[in-house]
């Protein structure tokens, strides 16, 4: 089974600060992505990556940056952090294929306070 | 990528099959059809995929209708542990960009 494991549950951090979500895929896949679910929004894509050392903008990039230094980690920063940062944040990976699903990890639910 | 709608809420008696219906009438001739589910607190699980031909795996059956304009995602014999929100998601290449999400439909498996 495709196993992808998000560093943190839950976070807390303050304004201004400079935060780290890491995730992790066990499955050698290619492709990675970062995706904040709020209420009423739905699931809304951050950033993704095709492979080491590659990154794309989804459709809500602002305020935050990415790092895929190797092919398994894909990294979300959030510069300096706000209060309407606070989200769920999902990671995801596939396998480079058409066709192949997505994976997700359980998420980091992030409190900026 | 096309767009589905589905309904926002569903019961089913626990034992029964759930069938969740997905209208995608402007779905394109390359563009397959997607369902995942977010159990609360968790995130989104994919469940099966498919072009035209009905599928099958042990999760659960996707029936895609002759002209491809819908589909019904089959569970069938429920349990509390499929209460979630079913997504339908209708895309080309699986998500290599990306994948959106809609609304879905939130199912509640009654005991």
């Known amino acids: 089974d495709v196993k992808v494991t998000q560093s943190s549950r839950y976070l807390v951090k303050r304004t201004g600060e400079k935060v780290f979500l890491e995730c992790v895929q066990d499955m050698d896949h290619e492709n990675m992505f970062w995706y904040r679910q709020d209420p009423g929004l739905g699931l809304r894509l951050i950033y993704f990556s095709y492979d080491v050392k590659m990154k794309e903008k989804g459709d809500i990039p602002e305020g935050y940056s990415v790092s895929r230094e190797k092919k398994e980690r894909f990294s979300l920063i959030l510069e300096s952090a706000s209060t309407n940062q606070t989200s769920m944040y999902l990671c995801?990976?596939?396998?480079?294929?058409?066709?192949?699903?997505?994976?997700f990890g359980d998420g980091t639910r992030l409190s900026i306070l | 990528d096309a767009k589905t709608t589905q309904p926002p809420s569903m019961d089913c008696a626990e034992g029964r099959a759930a069938n969740l219906p997905c209208n995608h009438s402007t779905i394109s001739g390359n563009e397959y059809v997607y369902w995942y589910r977010q159990i609360h607190s968790q995130g989104p699980q994919y469940i099966i995929h498919g072009l035209k031909n009905n599928e099958t795996n042990e999760m659960a059956s996707l029936i895609i209708t002759e002209d491809r304009k819908s589909s019904t995602l089959i569970l069938p014999h429920a349990t509390l542990r499929d209460t979630a929100v079913y997504y339908c998601?209708?895309?080309?290449?699986?998500?290599?960009?990306?994948?959106?999400f809609g609304k879905g439909t939130h199912l509640i498996i009654q005991p």
């Open positions: 995801a990976s596939r396998q480079t294929g058409l066709h192949q699903p997505q994976h």
């Open positions: 998601i209708v895309t080309r290449g699986g998500g290599a960009d990306g994948l959106t």
